[in-house]
């Protein structure tokens, strides 16, 4: 297996002094960047909070922060990316600053990717597991919690049904306990008063880039996710062909998380004005293929490749935000 050092200490700081040079010229940039509809099922979705855009872009870092530091721990304890190296925590915090609809106003977007990984974290905790139905329980009810104020969240509940099954942790009981944390939440939240029944409503599909950016902004933002997408696939497939050969664990483990960029792709184009909800899911998976890439493979001149790649998303940024 072969791994080489390829960003070291250096370069995620560097990853992380851009991050925050892209959050603040996303803040004071002169681009619309505020998100339209309430995608909530029973609960306001966080563009409609009312928090003044400071607050919404400083909870937007805390968050950011939060999500890179659990991607960073979920790895040390399951090692589904080899070796020490900080390409997939550094690629990610570049790629997900990289797009104004990530930075510049606070949506769901961060909030599902958390969750995401905190799932994931409880799943892979459970692998082989005979009983795994505080597991499943756990896992549904935050999807289920996160439904209520963005209906994205519901569509992350196969993946994990998926998940419990190519990990072998899944059975009867568990399956009981999976469809119960799905209900639970909803049931107490009516019951005890919390929501009425005259909160719950259908989302408002409203087109979320009707001002919000200019034809050419518009033009760099999707070319940066697109680019993002299928650079995650192809990714993938290479490294499957290295991972399928090594260890039954980690290979279980990156097939979960690759089930779960596919949907986040599919979801982004057949629920594509909600698409900005899936996006640091998806960079976060691709950040876990490139990583991968590195990790399994001997690839020269690595250094320069990933300073290529941070440039390439970086000037992508520039383009997004002043054109």
Same mark, same amino acid.
């Given at each position: 297996?072969?791994?080489?050092?390829?960003?070291?200490?250096?370069?995620?700081?560097?990853?992380?002094?851009?991050?925050l040079?892209?959050?603040? &010229?996303?803040?004071?940039?002169?681009?619309?960047?505020?998100? *339209?509809?309430?995608?909530?099922?029973c609960?306001?979705?966080?563009?409609?909070?009312g928090?003044?855009?400071?607050?919404?872009?400083?909870?937007n870092?805390?968050?950011?922060?939060?999500v890179?530091? &659990?991607?960073?721990?979920?790895?040390?304890?399951?090692? $589904?990316?080899?070796g020490?190296?900080?390409?997939?925590?550094?690629?990610?915090?570049?790629?997900?600053?990289?797009?104004?609809w990530?930075?510049?106003?606070?949506?769901?977007?961060?909030?599902?990717?958390?969750?995401?990984?905190?799932?994931?974290l409880?799943? $892979?905790?459970?692998?082989?597991?005979?009983n795994?139905?505080?597991?499943?329980?756990v896992? &549904? &009810?935050?999807?289920?919690?996160?439904?209520?104020?963005?209906?994205?969240?519901?569509?992350?509940?196969?993946?994990?049904?998926?998940?419990?099954m190519?990990?072998?942790?899944?059975?009867?009981?568990?399956l009981? *306990?999976?469809?119960?944390?799905?209900?639970?939440?909803?049931?107490?939240?009516?019951?005890?008063?919390?929501?009425?029944?005259?909160?719950?409503?259908?989302?408002?599909?409203?087109?979320?880039f009707?001002?919000?950016?200019?034809?050419?902004?518009?033009? $760099?933002?999707?070319?940066?996710?697109?680019?993002?997408?299928?650079?995650?696939?192809i990714?993938?497939?290479n490294?499957?062909?290295?991972?399928?050969?090594?260890?039954?664990?980690?290979?279980?483990?990156?097939?979960?998380?690759?089930?779960?960029?596919?949907?986040?792709a599919?979801?982004?184009?057949?629920?594509?004005?909600?698409?900005?909800?899936?996006m640091?899911?998806?960079?976060?998976?691709? *950040?876990?293929?490139?990583?991968?890439?590195?990790?399994?493979?001997?690839?020269?001149?690595?250094?320069?490749?990933?300073?290529?790649?941070?440039?390439?998303?970086?000037?992508?940024?520039?383009?997004?935000? $002043?054109?």
């Amino acid at each position: 297996m072969v791994h080489r050092h390829v960003m070291g200490r250096e370069g995620m700081l560097v990853a992380i002094v851009m991050s925050l040079v892209m959050f603040a &010229t996303a803040f004071f940039a002169d681009t619309p960047n505020t998100l *339209a509809g309430n995608m909530g099922i029973c609960l306001p979705s966080p563009n409609e909070w009312g928090l003044s855009p400071l607050w919404g872009w400083i909870t937007n870092i805390i968050l950011m922060t939060v999500v890179t530091a &659990t991607l960073f721990l979920i790895n040390k304890e399951f090692n $589904f990316v080899q070796g020490s190296d900080t390409v997939l925590t550094g690629m990610f915090i570049i790629m997900a600053s990289s797009n104004i609809w990530v930075t510049g106003t606070l949506s769901s977007t961060l909030l599902l990717a958390l969750a995401n990984l905190i799932c994931l974290l409880v799943l $892979f905790g459970c692998y082989r597991k005979r009983n795994s139905t505080q597991e499943m329980f756990v896992i &549904t &009810t935050i999807l289920s919690l996160g439904s209520m104020i963005q209906y994205a969240f519901i569509f992350m509940i196969p993946v994990y049904l998926i998940g419990a099954m190519l990990l072998k942790c899944f059975n009867f009981k568990s399956l009981i *306990a999976f469809l119960m944390g799905i209900i639970a939440p909803y049931w107490v939240g009516v019951g005890l008063g919390i929501i009425s029944l005259e909160q719950f409503r259908m989302p408002t599909f409203t087109n979320l880039f009707d001002g919000y950016a200019t034809k050419s902004g518009l033009f $760099f933002g999707l070319l940066n996710v697109a680019v993002t997408v299928v650079t995650g696939l192809i990714l993938a497939l290479n490294n499957s062909v290295k991972l399928y050969a090594g260890n039954t664990q980690k290979r279980l483990y990156n097939t979960v998380i690759n089930v779960l960029g596919l949907v986040c792709a599919a979801c982004m184009v057949i629920d594509f004005n909600n698409m900005v909800a899936y996006m640091t899911t998806v960079y976060m998976i691709t *950040a876990v293929q490139l990583a991968n890439l590195f990790a399994l493979w001997n690839i020269q001149y690595g250094t320069r490749w990933i300073l290529s790649i941070s440039a390439l998303y970086i000037l992508g940024f520039m383009m997004m935000a $002043f054109y």
